[in-house]
């Protein structure tokens, strides 16, 4: 019995087979697109299928970009790419790197490679893209004089700003002398002195659109002084113009959006800032008053004549509260000297007098307040309350004398 190998190595030797044919490895394989499926991983899976076979394909979300239109069922299709195994499946598979459809196979190789050439010079750097004007008055067309484009254009245009003056140059968009026109027609807008302008047409097949992949347009764009706006096709067809021009427009409509702006949304704009500004007016000058005010009061407050005045009204306070006080004082001082008086009533002799009593002094001006002090026969001198009396002495009893007695 011969060698046994795993499945894992036979695969790996087949895709080592594939992997070392040259051909398999740069192929373009003609068909008919079935089973197409976009991934929402990016990567797209579908077959080429023909009267004898099918065959399974690929394609990477890095490898997208060799994709410039949107694939479906059915579609006839030429595939670049390499033929290699996927080893888990033990299945061969076409790997796409570009897909372009049946019949534009060779002018999509002279698209790509112009763009790649365009690139290299850097034609498409977005350092030497111009911007776009927001408010405009004269709008340059470059385009065919009876297609839709122009009158999608025009309806859009008046219909955001109805003062837009718009300058068409009818130019041819396919066909032979077609590239010369629109090279012209941008050449012609520009010495007009156009603020914004328009290349482009309405939608088609690739050989329709091929004017706008030569050379010649793509360089009169990258040298226009003007900001270019190009609207070529549909959404989904891109052309060397698209990547040359200041901006790109998914059609002739989008476009005429994007170059004029909308005079009610801008009228609406500055009615709000009139508002706003009206507020902030209002608001400002409030404050204003009320710092108007507070420095007028402070003035005031400050000024010689308020502080005279001040002054003069705290000295009339002043004196009030002394006066006040002065009459507190005295008041009380007047009671109390109505009590020291009351006290002195009682200690006073005349008063002693005026109520009955007399006061006694012997012959040497002694006061008599007891018997034993005076002789019989001796002058005493009485005092009363309006004058002295003399007498003298001729008996004298003591209370115990008077007690006895009785």
């Not at 009590?339 to 006694?360: A, C, T």
Request: net charge neutral; charged share 25%; proline share 2%.
């Amino acid at each position: 019995m011969g060698s046994i190998y795993s499945v894992g190595q036979v695969n790996t030797y087949i895709k080592n087979m594939f992997t070392q044919d040259f051909m398999l490895n740069r192929i373009s394989v003609r068909g008919e697109v079935s089973n197409c499926k976009y991934h929402t991983s990016g990567h797209l899976y579908f077959s080429l299928k023909d009267a004898s076979g099918s065959l399974a394909c690929v394609m990477f979300a890095g490898q997208r970009k060799g994709l410039a239109f949107s694939m479906k069922n059915g579609d006839r299709v030429v595939v670049s790419g390499s033929v290699s195994v996927y080893e888990r499946d033990g299945k061969y598979q076409l790997y796409a790197r570009e897909i372009c459809l049946e019949g534009a196979g060779i002018l999509y190789e002279k698209f790509l490679a112009l763009k790649e050439e365009l690139e290299e010079m850097g034609m498409f750097a977005q350092e030497y893209k111009q911007l776009i004007p927001r408010y405009i008055r004269r709008l340059g067309v470059v385009t065919a004089p009876t297609g839709a484009a122009i009158q999608d254009i025009r309806n859009i245009s008046y219909r955001r700003n109805p003062y837009i003056e718009i300058i068409l140059y009818p130019a041819l968009v396919q066909g032979e002398g077609a590239k010369e026109s629109i090279v012209k027609g941008i050449r012609a807008l520009e010495q007009l002195g156009v603020d914004v302008m328009i290349v482009g047409r309405g939608g088609g097949s690739m050989e329709d659109l091929w004017a706008f992949n030569e050379e010649e347009v793509a360089r009169a764009i990258f040298q226009c002084s003007v900001p270019v706006i190009s609207a070529v096709g549909h959404e989904t067809d891109v052309t060397i113009a698209d990547f040359v021009a200041d901006l790109r427009a998914p059609t002739p409509s989008a476009a005429a959006e994007l170059a004029v702006y909308d005079v009610q949304a801008l009228l609406q704009q500055m009615e709000d800032y009139q508002k706003h500004l009206q507020i902030s007016m209002n608001h400002r000058l409030m404050l204003i008053r009320e710092r108007l005010n507070y420095y007028k009061t402070r003035i005031g407050y400050l000024s010689p004549e308020h502080q005279i005045r001040e002054k003069r009204m705290y000295l009339l306070q002043t004196e009030e509260k002394l006066q006040g006080l002065m009459n507190q004082r005295l008041e009380h001082e007047r009671h109390r000297l109505g009590i020291y008086i009351e006290r002195l009533k009682g200690l006073s002799p005349l008063d002693k007098l005026n109520q009955g009593f007399s006061y006694v002094e012997n012959e040497q001006h002694q006061a008599v307040t007891r018997v034993g002090q005076v002789h019989e026969g001796e002058l005493l001198c009485i005092q009363v309350s309006d004058g002295k009396i003399y007498s003298r002495v001729e008996r004298k009893e003591t209370g115990a004398d008077r007690w006895q007695r009785k």
